[in-house]
Structure formats: C-alpha cells, structure tokens
C-alpha cells in the first residue's frame, strides 16, 4: 500500500509563498528519492525539484533555481516544496514522486494559482 499525498496548494498572489508538503507511507521513505513536478494547462509535465535519499543532493529546473526550495524529513516521512517569489507562470498542478527500487508512485497533485 504506498501512498504519496500532497497538500498545501492554494491561490496566492505575485511575490508570494507557499509550501507544499508530501506525506509518503508503504515504502522505505529514506531510500526513495523524491521529486516534484508540475503542469500547467496546456503544456507538458516537468520537473521542477528533486533530492537524493544517498547524500541530500538537489537539483532544480533553471526556471525554479533561486526561488525554490526543496526537502525531507525521513523521521516523518515527508518532502516539501518552499516556493518563494512566486509568479504566475508558476500556475500549475503541482505533483510530488517518490522514486523507490525502480518504480514511480505519483501524488494525485495540488493546484498552486498565482495570480492578481
């Protein structure tokens, strides 16, 4: 039974923050590694953040570098997305991925909308 649920999507305006949490269960969470992606209307999927169970690493697409941030807590299982001066290309469905022994397990995602 794995899990990976997200929270922590909303409507916020330009210059704004927001972060967002997944909650993981039915796998080894601290051997997974974790990433997020969104898609915007329109356009396909694409990764904006990830991090590696060995030693932490991250890596983020251009768009995202400087804004967001990406992170887990093992203990709780958890990842997060802190996304800071957001903009309203940011608008998107929001999916976190837990990449364990080979196998993907999406998110049903969360919708982030920055607008005026």
């Known amino acids: 039974q794995v899990q990976v649920v997200e929270s922590g999507g909303g409507l916020v305006q330009p210059g704004g923050s927001l972060r967002l949490s997944c909650a993981a269960s039915?796998?080894?969470?601290?051997?997974?590694?974790m990433s997020w992606y969104r898609q915007a209307p329109g356009k396909e999927r694409e990764l904006v953040a990830l991090?590696?169970?060995?030693?932490?690493?991250?890596n983020y697409a251009d768009s995202v570098k400087g804004r967001f941030t990406i992170s887990r807590d093992n203990a709780k299982n958890t990842a997060y997305l802190q996304m800071n001066s957001l903009k309203p290309e940011d608008t998107a469905v929001y999916y976190c991925?837990?990449?364990?022994?080979?196998?993907?397990?999406w998110g049903q995602g969360t919708q982030v909308s920055v607008s005026s």
């Open positions: 991925k837990a990449f364990y022994r080979g196998a993907d397990y």
């Open positions: 039915g796998f080894t969470f601290s051997m997974s590694v």
């Open positions: 991090i590696l169970s060995s030693n932490g690493a991250m």
